[in-house]
C-alpha cells in the first residue's frame, strides 16, 4: 500500500483523479489534498509519502516555494513525483528543465489524468524500492541490475527510465542536475524502439503526420489498433557497477539501417522531431552501439566519480 500527496486546490483534478481510481477499482493508495504550504511541508516531513502529485498549473498553490523547500532537505528528495499541468499554456520541457534535479518520474498534461493516473502511481509504487529503499542500503551494493518490459504507451516510459536514472543518483553514481537528460535520452531511445520498431512507422511517415497536426502519441495509438502490434514490448535493462551503467534497449521489430538514419539526422534541422534519442544519447553517454539488424542499442554511461551522496541523519 503506498500513500499519495496531491498537491492541489482545484477540486475538478481532484474529482478527475478520484474518478479515474473508482473506475479502475484502485483502492490500495489512500490519497490526502493539501493546498496549504505549511501543511505540505509537514506532511512531507512527517507523513513519508510514497508519490506526489503536483499540479504544476493550480494558481492556488505555488510549487516553486514548496521544491525550493524539498531541495533544502536531502530526506525529501525519495518520492516519486507526477506532475500535472495545463498544456494549453505550460511546456512540458520547460517544466522538466525547471525540476532536472528531483524524481519527476511522469508528467501528465491535464488531458491524460484520466487515462494515464492510475497506470502511472501503479508503476511506480510497484518499483518504489528502487526509488527510495535504495537509498537506505545502497551503500552496501556495489553491483546491480534492473529491467523492465514495457509496452507500446509512449506517455509511460520517462516512468520506467526515470526509475532507473533515480536508482543512480540515488547511489551517487549520477549528479542530480544530469538526471533529467539521462532519463529524456532513454526514453527517446525506448520510443523509437516502439514508434519505428514495433509500429513501422517511416521517416516520411512521422514527418508528414507532425506537420498534419498529430503526434506521435497519436500515431503509435492508430497502429496498436492491430493486435499483434499492441502486443510487442521493449525489454529495457541496466547492469551499474561502481565504475559505469550499461543501458540496454530492446524491441521486436525487424530493425533498421542505424547508418542511413544517422545521415538523415546529419542533414535535418538540429530542433527536428527525428533522431532526438540517437543525439541526446550519444551526448550523454560513454559509448552508443546497435547489433547488426538494428534492434538493440546499448548505452554505456561512465559514474561521475565527484559526486558526493550522504544519507540522510
Excluded at 506532475?83 to 491535464?110: A, C, H, T
Excluded at 538523415?264 to 539488424?293: C, T, V, W
Amino acid at each position: 500500500m503506498g500513500f499519495i500527496v496531491l498537491i492541489n486546490s482545484d477540486q475538478q483534478i481532484k474529482e478527475k483523479i478520484e474518478t479515474a481510481f473508482r473506475r479502475d477499482r484502485c483502492f490500495d493508495f489512500p490519497m490526502v489534498m493539501i493546498a496549504n504550504e505549511k501543511r505540505i511541508l509537514e506532511s512531507l516531513n512527517f507523513d513519508l509519502p510514497e508519490i506526489i502529485i503536483l499540479n504544476y498549473g493550480d494558481p492556488k498553490v505555488s510549487y516553486k516555494s514548496v521544491i525550493d523547500q524539498v531541495r533544502k532537505d536531502s530526506w525529501l528528495h525519495s518520492f516519486g513525483i507526477i506532475g500535472l499541468y495545463d498544456g494549453s499554456r505550460q511546456n512540458e520541457q520547460d517544466l522538466m528543465e525547471e525540476m532536472k534535479d528531483l524524481n519527476v518520474l511522469v508528467m501528465l498534461d491535464y488531458t491524460r489524468i484520466t487515462s494515464h493516473i492510475v497506470k502511472s502511481v501503479k508503476i511506480i509504487a510497484e518499483n518504489w524500492q528502487l526509488i527510495y529503499q535504495k537509498e537506505l542500503y545502497s551503500h552496501f551494493m556495489e553491483h546491480s541490475t534492473g529491467s523492465f518490459s514495457i509496452d507500446n504507451d509512449i506517455l509511460a516510459v520517462s516512468i520506467y527510465s526515470g526509475i532507473a536514472v533515480t536508482d543512480l543518483v540515488q547511489k551517487g553514481y549520477l549528479k542530480s542536475e544530469n538526471k533529467m537528460h539521462l532519463q529524456l535520452a532513454l526514453s527517446e531511445l525506448i520510443v523509437n524502439g516502439i514508434e519505428h520498431g514495433h509500429c513501422g512507422v517511416s521517416y516520411d511517415e512521422k514527418t508528414e503526420a507532425l506537420q498534419n497536426g498529430k503526434s506521435v502519441i497519436d500515431i503509435v495509438a492508430e497502429k496498436c489498433m492491430d493486435p499483434i502490434i499492441a502486443a510487442k514490448r521493449v525489454n529495457f535493462e541496466w547492469d551499474s557497477s561502481p565504475e559505469r551503467t550499461i543501458f540496454s534497449i530492446r524491441d521486436e521489430g525487424e530493425g533498421f539501417d542505424v547508418s542511413k538514419i544517422k545521415e538523415k539526422i546529419d542533414d535535418d534541422d538540429p530542433l527536428s522531431q527525428h533522431g532526438r534519442g540517437i543525439i541526446m544519447a550519444e551526448a550523454f553517454s560513454e559509448s552508443i552501439a546497435y547489433n547488426d539488424i538494428g534492434n538493440q542499442v546499448k548505452i554505456t554511461v561512465k559514474h561521475d566519480e565527484s559526486v558526493v551522496r550522504k544519507t540522510p541523519e
